[in-house]
């Protein structure tokens, strides 16, 4: 057997495999693709959904305070009030439902997601980096910090905490491409299984040469359903990344936190940071953190009352 039979025996049983595994491979692949697309976008979401419960909180701690402005209020402290705030609201309202309606698919979320976990590390990486911030006449760079902490955060840009969410989403990004491609060559197998075929023709016999183009005719039929196939994965894949589009998300992310950052760095009035302030404490249980801040916000209201009373007697006398 000589060099061109031999290569010629392992290129069709190589066209044979891969008509074999084609089209099974082609929509695993999709099918992959959607899945994971889906999970990286659900991952991203759970810095949207804490980011508008923080915006929500800065809101209405602003509306509040509209009558009876601070004229000491910290930037550091407030920040770290509405952080803890949130963050323990959020996750009791969740497990105040869990509890009045057992649902193991959340609890199965916060695991899989690392939803808790990615939510603890935002607060304790925000207030870290807030810190010694310096106050004056230029405002910080809260957009860096913002990006800096999100893009950082280990629990938000790992699916189920292992893959990598970054990589993952560029390879999905030229999935649609890659399924042109595979129909293509899709098509070209088939081609190349029908066309030595065609080496059998013998225009004496007439039956026989019609049988030939009839079956080539069928093998590029079948081929060019592989084009077609690829191209309506690549339509389906690109409509799955346009509506679960992750960067699009982290975008409105990161102007929607950023935004009630600025705005409460606007209403502060320097960036202290007092003796002995209690570090965030992600284990602590909520419902007792949130009624130790209630009560040390009642406290400073109070003490905000008096002094201004203590100014008013002063003015008249």
């Not at 439902?97 to 649902?103: E, F, G, L, M, N």
């Not at 280990?154 to 969410?165: C, E, K, L, M, T």
């Not at 060019?224 to 191209?231: E, F, K, L, P, Y």
Request: glycine fraction near 6%; aromatic fraction near 10%.
């Amino acid at each position: 057997m000589g060099p061109d039979s031999t290569f010629a025996s392992m290129l069709d049983h190589l066209v044979m495999i891969g008509r074999a595994v084609h089209f099974p491979l082609m929509a695993g692949a999709f099918v992959l693709g959607a899945t994971f697309r889906y999970l990286i976008y659900h991952t991203v979401k759970r810095h949207e959904w804490f980011g508008r419960e923080f915006e929500r909180r800065t809101s209405q701690f602003l509306t509040e305070e509209m009558d009876h402005k601070s004229d000491n209020a910290s930037f550091y402290v407030i920040t770290k009030r509405l952080l803890e705030r949130t963050y323990y609201e959020v996750f009791e309202k969740r497990e105040n439902a869990r509890r009045a309606k057992p649902d193991k698919m959340m609890l199965l979320s916060d695991r899989v997601f690392l939803i808790k976990m990615g939510c603890a590390w935002l607060v304790h990486d925000i207030l870290k980096q807030i810190r010694f911030l310096k106050y004056g006449s230029q405002p910080p760079k809260l957009i860096n910090i913002t990006r800096n902490t999100f893009s950082k955060n280990p629990a938000f840009n790992r699916v189920f905490g292992i893959v990598p969410s970054v990589a993952l989403n560029d390879l999905l990004n030229i999935l649609p491409g890659l399924f042109v491609i595979g129909g293509i060559f899709g098509t070209f197998l088939g081609v190349m299984k029908g066309l030595p075929e065609l080496g059998g023709m013998d225009l004496s016999d007439p039956e026989k040469t019609k049988a030939i183009m009839d079956r080539f005719l069928v093998e590029i039929s079948v081929s060019m359903g592989a084009s077609i196939t690829g191209i309506f994965l690549s339509v389906l894949m690109t409509l799955v990344n346009t509506a679960f589009s992750p960067e699009r998300l982290f975008v409105d992310i990161i102007d929607r936190f950023e935004n009630s950052l600025d705005l409460l760095w606007n209403y502060s009035h320097s960036n202290e940071v007092p003796m002995g302030l209690r570090q965030f404490d992600e284990n602590q249980d909520p419902i007792e953190a949130l009624a130790s801040a209630a009560l040390n916000q009642e406290l400073d209201r109070s003490r905000r009352h008096k002094a201004g009373d203590v100014d008013s007697q002063a003015k008249i006398a």
